[in-house]
């Protein structure tokens, strides 16, 4: 479980990067935010002792919730 935690941390991480260097649309940098925001809430070195009071089970949700948004997000820039 946690080699997938580090894989999406990393995939969200560098995908944030690029979106914030290259700016294709007009929704790019609040998208950049919510991945690099998604690479904090899929990393299990920060999450290691469930500091902050935040569970497993609240991170998935928030993930779920940005990942899920993206669109809402997209669509004024269309």
Known sequence: ?????WFLSFVALFAGLALRQ?????GAATLSNLLIALA????PMVWQG???GISRGQRVVAALIM???MPLILLPAA
């Open 22 to 26: 290259d700016m294709p649309v007009g």
């Open 40 to 43: 904090v809430l899929a990393c």
């Open 1 to 5: 479980m946690a080699l997938i935690g």
């Open 50 to 52: 469930k500091p902050l």
């Open 67 to 69: 990942i899920l948004s």
